[in-house]
């Protein structure tokens, strides 16, 4: 069956490799790591950027994340493509056990004029949920779980609390997910500002392999003595994803993570959501990750034209990069670090 699917993914430029039996199936966490082949088509120095040539910044960009690796973020894909609402919203609305508001969250139209956006519109406007559901495509899978429990319990708390259980467990945790990756995004940004890449007192480092010992027994504390030795490096410092089995750093970045989740109303929060079934344990995440087996390479040529007075740079440039990255590591996380701006 996976043959099959093969010949069809390969029409859209996508292929699998290395189709076998095997006597258990893969689990969370098996994943080794992912590989990447990318090319980013006509290249041009930023505007504000005349210091060097093109060739010269890609290979100082190169050299910079080869060397230095990049800032673990979660990439834009963990909080889905929604221009008004993010996933990180819902999972809020979730975690506050607010049903109602999440629901509503969820059917946020964005601002287009489509089958999908106008039922979801005009779910808002009456909570019409069986008119919703004739409006909607048939392959907005997850609304018509939502809607055709909406239809029948009806749009109050109790009955969007029934609503968000018709849908698969992985897509309701996925929202909780996000806002906990946002969360560690800030924490991380936060954690550079004040402290940089030196290793303090209070910093969270694992350094226990043994997979026998339990996630928090490999979490040390790092001491006043141990800063002073500078016994640890940036590259064994985590941060936690919030849950209820995590520990914080004792410094002014645990504090920071409790102002944080008070400003969401989660101050108390025991990341279990009974009436959902999810529950959060948490984890610990690396702040920074290194590439591995980086190469590239540049491929045709740029040539300079006038467009009214101002030099710019047409550009023939493709730039083929290669690289491996560990498993929750995201491919445009490092490309943003690369090429120093956003998707």
């Known amino acids: ?202 910093d969270l480092v694992l350094e226990e392999n043994d997979e026998s010992v339990s996630l928090n027994d490999k979490v040390h504390v790092v001491t006043a003595p141990e800063e002073s030795a500078n016994k640890y490096s940036i590259n064994q410092v985590v941060l936690p994803m919030v849950g209820h089995s995590i520990k914080y750093p004792s410094n002014k970045v645990g504090q920071w993570y409790h102002e944080r989740l008070s400003e969401d109303q989660l101050q108390m929060c025991k990341f279990r959501v009974s009436a959902l079934q999810l529950n959060i344990p948490g984890c610990y995440r690396p702040i920074l990750k290194n590439v591995q087996n980086l190469s590239y390479f540049l491929e045709g040529s740029e040539k300079g034209i006038e467009i009214e007075e101002n030099h710019q740079i047409e550009s023939k440039v493709s730039l083929h990069i290669s690289f491996d990255l560990d498993p929750s590591c995201y491919a445009t996380v490092c490309l943003r670090e690369i090429m120093k701006c956003d998707f």
């Open 1 to 202: 069956r996976l043959k099959e699917i093969g010949s069809k993914m390969e029409k859209k430029g996508m292929r699998i490799h290395n189709v076998h039996s095997a006597s258990q199936h893969l689990r969370l966490g098996q994943l080794k790591g992912n590989h990447f082949d990318i090319v980013v088509r006509d290249l041009r120095r930023h505007s504000h950027d005349t210091s060097a040539d093109l060739k010269e910044r890609i290979s100082e960009a190169m050299e910079n994340v080869e060397t230095k690796g990049f800032v673990n973020y979660y990439g834009p894909q963990r909080f889905g493509q929604g221009q008004n609402v993010l996933t990180d919203q819902i999972g809020l609305a979730l975690l506050n056990e607010k049903m109602v508001k999440a629901v509503k969250l969820f059917f946020t139209p964005e601002d287009t004029d489509d089958p999908v956006n106008n039922a979801k519109r005009y779910f808002l406007q009456t909570e019409d949920a069986k008119g919703a559901l004739v409006m909607l495509p048939e392959f907005k899978v997850r609304e018509k779980m939502l809607l055709r429990a909406l239809n029948r319990y009806g749009v109050n708390h109790e009955g969007c609390t029934k609503g968000w259980l018709n849908i698969p467990h992985s897509m309701r945790i996925f929202y909780v997910h996000a806002y906990c990756s946002k969360i560690w995004n800030e924490a991380a940004s936060y954690r550079l500002k004040i402290y940089g890449s030196k290793v303090v007192e209070g």
